[in-house]
């Protein structure tokens, strides 16, 4: 019973930068994983990058590029996305893992065009 909801998506330039947030409805201290995925029209969806509380993973294609981070005090997930390329143009869907199943946040578009 953990309620996600994403925000921050947008239209930006190529080049350019955008944070995305998801705020969760319980303290994500005790989550196991929370992750962020996106999924572009016509794809799968794919996984972007994960969070524990020892450490974070990316997909190859944003090392470098995005960072994630969650702010435990304000139950918040955090996607920093730098260098922004239009392949990044996708929906965005926060995830959680508490280790009995998953839960989705409802998504928020990206879109990267000049």
């Known amino acids: 019973q953990v309620q996600l909801v994403e925000s921050g998506g947008g239209l930006v330039q190529p080049g350019g930068s955008l944070r995305l947030s998801c705020a969760a409805s319980?303290?994500?201290?005790?989550?196991?994983?929370m992750g962020w995925y996106r999924q572009a029209p016509g794809k799968e969806r794919e996984l972007v990058a994960t969070?524990?509380?020892?450490?974070?993973n990316y997909a190859e294609f944003v090392k470098g590029r995005f960072t994630i981070g969650r702010d435990v005090a304000k139950n918040t997930l955090y996607l920093q996305m730098n260098s922004l390329k239009p392949e990044d143009t996708a929906v965005y869907y926060c995830?959680?893992?508490?280790?009995?199943?998953?839960?989705w946040g409802q998504g928020t578009q990206v879109t990267v065009s000049s």
């Open positions: 995830n959680a893992y508490d280790a009995i199943q998953h839960y």
């Open positions: 319980k303290s994500i201290f005790s989550i196991n994983v």
């Open positions: 969070i524990t509380s020892v450490g974070r």
